[in-house]
């Protein structure tokens, strides 16, 4: 959103002319003429680009006087806010296939340790299920909500009970980290190298 340096020029005790300046959206300052009933007390605006003039006071003390143009910025604003999320979620989905791709397939095939074979639910739990419900029906939810972001809140309620899989995720978690830690045929398995040997069915050196 573009915006524009605004300094305001204040009258002061004994003739001091003080000055309070900031950010403001750039439509604010496009179309003063919008709320003409509106005073015209003068105060200096300079844009980024160093051009300045005056503009009427009320633009900054009241931008609720002109709705219309309110209620616009409002909902660029939502559909940034949506367009971020669809972004951060098909990331976050790219990455937990990933993991799902790198990590857990690889686990299935009969050269695995056995021990690793053996720990695969304590290892990863439900982690497959969380990956599939992130790049479907949340995403798919998110983008079908994308042009109405007031329903987007309610989607999220409907999908409530699906996000226990997380709690059930994070309880276990803990249970794996400390299999990971102390069990070293797992350390091992997971190690960079030998994982990538393990992924590539070569044999691992």
């Known amino acids: 959103m573009n915006k524009w340096l605004v300094r305001v020029l204040e009258d002061g005790d004994g003739g001091a002319v003080t000055t309070r300046q900031g950010y403001v959206p750039a439509w604010v300052l496009l179309d003063v003429d919008a709320c003409p009933e509106r005073d015209q007390t003068a105060l200096a605006a300079r844009r980024q680009d160093t051009r300045q003039g005056y503009v009427p006071a009320w633009v900054l003390l009241d931008v609720d006087a002109c709705p219309e143009r309110d209620q616009t910025a409002l909902a660029a604003r939502r559909q940034a806010v949506v367009r971020e999320l669809i972004e951060t979620e098909e990331e976050f989905g790219r990455d937990m296939q990933q993991v799902v791709t790198r990590y857990m397939k690889p686990m299935d095939k009969a050269k695995t340790p056995k021990t690793v074979f053996d720990n695969r639910e304590l290892l990863f739990n439900n982690f497959r299920q969380i990956a599939e419900f992130h790049t479907t029906v949340l995403l798919e939810g998110i983008k079908y909500y994308a042009g109405e972001p007031r329903m987007l809140g309610r989607a ?50």
């Open 156 to 205: 999220l309620l409907r999908m409530e009970r699906e996000f226990d899989k997380h709690v059930a995720y994070c309880r276990d978690e803990p249970a794996a980290q400390r299999l990971l830690a102390t069990d070293p045929h797992v350390n091992k398995y997971f190690q960079f190298d030998k994982h990538v040997a393990y992924c590539r069915d070569e044999p691992a050196a």
